[in-house]
């Protein structure tokens, strides 16, 4: 019988719950699943991937990746990554001005987490009588996303995913027993003045941030920010 492989272990805090989670890297069987789907060019496959991948790493018992905000699952791949591999990777952008490609070194542990601190309140007040109770977007809203082309839509997609509780006059509603036509309705009698209150929720919500500056050719300066899953995942 051939020898088992041990491997090393890493912890990390998972920014949504801060709970601890024990991880070990990814192996060639991982990398094999994120090759795959890089060649598939398929956001939504992307993520499954990505969401296999980690779900395989994890080594503590009780965290499942479907339960992840959004930003948990990109926090912890890009750690998950810079342990696995190598935590400095290189990147090449085309610049659109003067169409000329530039190379980057990218420090994955320089890779910020912004708002990460943030207490918003995630009770909207809507009046004397009705509060909303909002959550942070799960990764499932991910694979919804393919299928939005207008913004708008996107939003009210957004707002019908965190929306998870009414309180009003003291009786709760969950909204995952309403229906969809239901819940579009409630959505679309808010007033301007909770929809705002809601914009601003999603504004405070922690996302992954990586801002690269140059100076191109032209003498013209560039700022590039990677702040999705699919910027980061081509880290890979």
């Known amino acids: 019988m051939l020898p088992k492989i041990s491997h090393p272990t ?8 801060k709970q601890e989670v024990i991880f070990r890297p990814f192996l060639v069987k991982e990398e094999k699943i994120l ?14 991937s990505i969401k296999q991948v980690v ?16 930003f948990d699952l990109e926090y912890f791949f890009i750690k998950l ?16 001005d003067d169409n000329k490609i530039y190379d980057f070194e990218v420090d994955l542990e320089e890779i910020k987490l912004v708002n990460q601190n943030s207490n918003y309140d995630t009770e909207i007040v809507i009046d004397q009588d009705t509060n909303l109770k909002l959550r942070y977007p799960k990764i ?27 309180n009003h006059k003291n009786q709760i509603f969950k909204t995952s027993e ?9 959505v679309n009698n808010l007033d301007l003045k909770t929809y705002q209150k809601i914009q601003d929720f999603f504004e405070s919500i922690p996302r992954l941030e990586y801002v690269i500056n140059y100076t191109n050719s032209n003498n013209k300066e ?6 999705n899953l699919n910027d980061f995942f081509t880290l890979g």
Do not use: W
């Open 10 to 17: 890493f912890s990390l805090i998972l920014p949504s719950t």
């Open 35 to 48: 090759l795959i789907s890089q060649q598939a060019q398929d956001p939504a496959e992307t993520i499954r």
């Open 55 to 70: 779900q395989n790493c994890i080594l503590s018992d009780g965290i499942f990746v479907n339960d992840f905000a959004t």
């Open 81 to 96: 990554r810079s342990k696995s591999v190598n935590n400095v990777v290189k990147l090449s952008f085309k610049d659109n």
């Open 140 to 166: 499932d809203l991910m694979e919804q996303m393919k299928s939005i082309e207008n913004p708008n839509d996107f939003a009210f997609l957004l707002l019908k995913h965190c929306m998870y509780e009414i």
């Open 178 to 186: 309403y229906s969809a036509e239901q819940i579009d309705d409630f």
């Open 222 to 227: 560039v700022k590039i920010v990677l702040n």
